[in-house]
Structure formats: C-alpha cells, structure tokens
C-alpha cells in the first residue's frame, strides 16, 4: 500500500502556508477588536429601540428629521426591508436614581411614539416593538455573553481531552477560538452591529464547528486501528477523505438555509444567519486546516520528547 493511497485529496499538502494565514487573520482580528471595539446594539449598550411601520411611502430622511425636532438629534434611524419600516434607536439615558431612570425612559417612549402618530399622521404609523435596556442590564449581559463562549471552550477543551487524547484538545479549542475570533473580527471591521443576537450565533458556530471536527478525529482513530503502521499525517488524511463528502453536504445545506433566512427573514433572525454564514465558512476551513495541523504539531512534540 503505498503512503499516497490515503484518498483522492492531499488536504495538508498546504498546511503550512493556510496556518500562517489563520493565525495572520486572527491577530488582524484582535487587533482591530482591542483598537476599534464593537458597535453594540441595546441589548448590551443599553438605550431604546422603536420600531416602527408606516402605510405610505416614507424616507429615512425624513424619520431622522423628525427624531431631531423632538430632541433626540443622536439617534440611529435604520431602514428595515422594503416596507416602509425603519428601526429607531436612542442611547442610555440614565438619572440620578433607579426610579428617575424609568421616568425618563417612559417619558421618551411616549415623546417619540406620540410624536410618530401626530407627525406622520397621514403615512399611518404603527409602532410595532419598543425594547428598552437599561446601561446595568447591558453590561450585565455583555458579561454574560463573554462568559459563556468562556466556559463552553472550556468545557469543550476538558470533552476533547477525556474522549480522545490530550493532544487533539488544543487543536479542537484553537479552532473554535479561531473561528469566533474572525467572526467578531469581521463584525469590528465593518461596525456590524453586536446584539444577542450574534453571541447566540457565535456559540451555535462553536457547536458546529466541533461536531465537524470530532467526526474527522472519531475517523482517524478508526483508521489507527485499521491502517496499522501508518503514521499520523497519512491517517489525518485519509480521515478527511473518507469525510470529505458529509463535510461538503452539510456545509452546503446548511449555508443555503441560513443564506435564505438572511435574504427572506430580516431583523433579529437576518442578524444571527448573517453570522452563521460566516461561521459555517469558517468552520468548514478551520477544521482541515486549523485543527488537524495543530493536532500533527501536538503529536510530533510528543514524540520529540520521548525521544529526548
């Protein structure tokens, strides 16, 4: 059996250049995060978002102008499809006191819905949602949000080095790390807005990426036992050959069903498909070039130090 038999593919025949890559992206990726931050929405910047539909033709133009005239000269006026219908956002507006704080939010509240129906009475306006978060729950959930893509690595890193070796576990944690990373990356560079939304999406990518990976590491170590005398990188890939088509099919079907929530769905849910296609992407090139390079990188240490 000759050591080229391990399938159609040489996946790690460019192994060396693709990591490079991955880790040049990632500290792109934190760089511009640590620099530039998020554009966070009000679930974890706190404010006030209004939504808002009207049954005439109306231009977001002229909704910002008409948040002006109320006062409220700061806030973000987002267009939403094609209906007419447009997201208003207001910052935190805090008091002295818990107690002033509501005051206040419920005053704006009704400045802005009141103003809406007397303003563009004749475009018929129907507010549709009013959300309000105040700046300690955003924060609190902001926290929250970072603490659980915290301890799901780290859980996930404890999973991977009980069910299969200790080698294989900062390859699988790295790759979810990567992945997260330049999804929130790319979230940084184009000011795309960060809700719950996205943190959602972004621990579902985790989860998804994972079971990519452990199907590929569940193979190679079938293929230890059946290709005996093989060394490592001949079973990695021979592993993501047999794999290669469930990868594809499921990527593919995948991407297609988040990309048609993304063009058809709109608000929240466009939001989180948005970030599932990036992330499914992500994932797909991360596991056979992010994952198993640093699993045979793990596994040559190892050898170099029995060795020694």
């Known amino acids: 059996m000759s050591k080229y038999d391990f399938g159609r593919f040489d996946f790690l025949k460019f192994s060396i250049p693709f990591a490079v890559v991955s880790v040049v992206l990632t500290f792109m990726a934190l760089g511009d995060i640590f620099l530039q931050g998020f ?25 910002r102008e008409f948040t002006t005239q109320v006062g409220f000269p700061d806030a973000s006026v987002q267009s939403i499809g094609d209906d007419n219908e447009f997201l208003i956002r207001i910052g935190t507006v805090a008091g002295k006191t818990e107690s002033e704080t509501n005051t206040i939010l419920n005053e704006t509240i009704k400045k802005i819905t009141d103003g809406l129906t007397q303003h563009f009475s004749a475009e018929s306006p129907n507010v549709r949602r009013v959300d309000t ?24 890193l404890i999973y991977i080095g009980l069910r299969f070796d200790y080698e294989f576990a900062p390859g699988a944690v790295f790759c979810l790390f990567h992945d997260a990373i330049i999804t929130m990356g790319i979230y940084s560079i184009f000011d795309l807005e960060v809700t719950v939304q996205t943190m959602a999406a972004i621990l579902t990518i985790i989860g998804y990426s994972l079971n990519d990976t452990i199907i590929i590491f569940d193979r190679m170590r079938e293929n230890a036992e059946v290709y005996r005398g093989k060394d490592f990188r001949w079973l990695a890939n021979r592993s993501m050959n047999d794999t290669l088509s469930r990868t594809l ?17 709109g608000g929240v849910i466009a939001d989180f498909a948005l970030t599932m296609m990036i992330g499914i992407i992500l994932g797909t090139y ?6 198993i390079p640093l699993v045979l990188f793990f596994d040559k240490m190892q050898k170099s130090f029995k060795k020694a």
């Not at 966070?40 to 231009?59: C, H, L, N, S």
């Not at 955003?138 to 949000?145: D, F, R």
């Open 39 to 63: 554009n966070y929405g009000v679930d974890f910047a706190g404010g006030t978002e209004i939504q808002v539909q009207f049954g005439a033709p109306v231009k977001a133009s002229q909704v």
């Open 133 to 156: 978060v105040g700046p300690q729950v955003g924060s609190e959930l902001k926290k929250n949000g970072i603490l659980a893509a915290f301890y799901a690595l780290l859980l996930i």
């Open 249 to 265: 099919l499921t990527s593919i079907t995948t991407f297609l069903t988040v990309t048609a929530m993304y063009f058809l769905a």
């Open 286 to 291: 991360s596991t056979m070039y992010v994952a």
